[in-house]
């Protein structure tokens, strides 16, 4: 029963936004040659960390989630993380087996003596690393890095954000970022890491900010507490 009743909360929620995106002309549909009950993530509009993929769930801790059709779900990187590390990260991958709870590290991304750490967005096990996020990290955000069975999805499926809800959310990290970095500048003196227009961070603003500094913003925005 739960997991019926999960399946039919991934069909309303995955229908809903696809009609949403397709009255706002803005879903974009790609084949990946898989059967998945939501749309895989795609090429965003716009180069810019608050474009999201289509038909994905995303997390707190600014991962996104996709549902299969063999209850398995895909997790990769959201556009903030590789937005911020910028270029091509090493990334240091889990085994296949590893069992996560929600908020546990489940890769770290680095990159200039900088680094991202990604926390699960789910309770499960790893059941398969994809080999081509090993080799090609070109736009991680096009790609997953794990699959991972859920123990409990019906539970950490509500605590996630799907649609315009998402959008919003995203939108406002950015101000959450805009304020930490201000906030850095008032403790830490110096002059405030650059803002493009509209106040969204340089790409690989990582790269910008003393390794400190950086520590304190990365946790910020990338921890994930568990329940």
């Avoid at 009950?37 to 991962?63: K, N, R, S, W, Y």
């Avoid at 069975?149 to 959008?167: F, K, N, V, W, Y």
């Avoid at 970095?181 to 690989?204: I, K, W």
Wanted: aromatic letters at 6%.
């Amino acid at each position: 029963m739960a997991a019926i009743l999960v399946l039919l909360t991934v069909i309303v929620f995955t229908l809903a936004d696809y009609f949403i995106r397709s009255r706002r002309g803005d879903l974009v549909v790609q084949s990946s040659g898989e059967a998945s009950l939501v749309v895989p993530p795609v090429q965003v509009a716009a180069d810019c960390p608050t474009e999201m993929p289509a038909g994905v769930f995303i997390a707190p801790g600014h991962t996104w989630l996709s549902i299969e059709v063999d209850g398995d779900v895909k997790v990769g990187p959201g556009r903030l993380a590789t937005w911020l590390i910028d270029r091509e990260p090493h990334i240091e991958f889990l085994r296949e087996g590893t069992k996560l709870s929600v908020g546990d590290e489940l890769a770290v991304l680095k990159n200039g003596g900088r680094q991202v750490s990604l926390r699960s967005p789910v309770e499960g096990t790893i059941s398969m690393v994809n080999p081509s996020a090993r080799t090609s990290h070109a736009d991680l955000t096009l790609g997953w890095l794990y699959k991972i069975t859920p123990s409990r999805l019906s539970e950490d499926l509500p605590h996630l954000l799907i649609g315009e809800q998402a959008s919003g959310w995203i939108k406002s990290e950015m101000v959450r970022l805009r304020d930490l970095l201000a906030d850095l500048q008032t403790r830490h003196g110096g002059t405030a890491p650059e803002l493009a227009d509209g106040g969204l961070p340089v790409r690989g603003l990582a790269q910008k900010l003393d390794p400190p500094l950086w520590g304190e913003l990365e946790r910020e925005m990338f921890f994930v507490k568990s329940d």
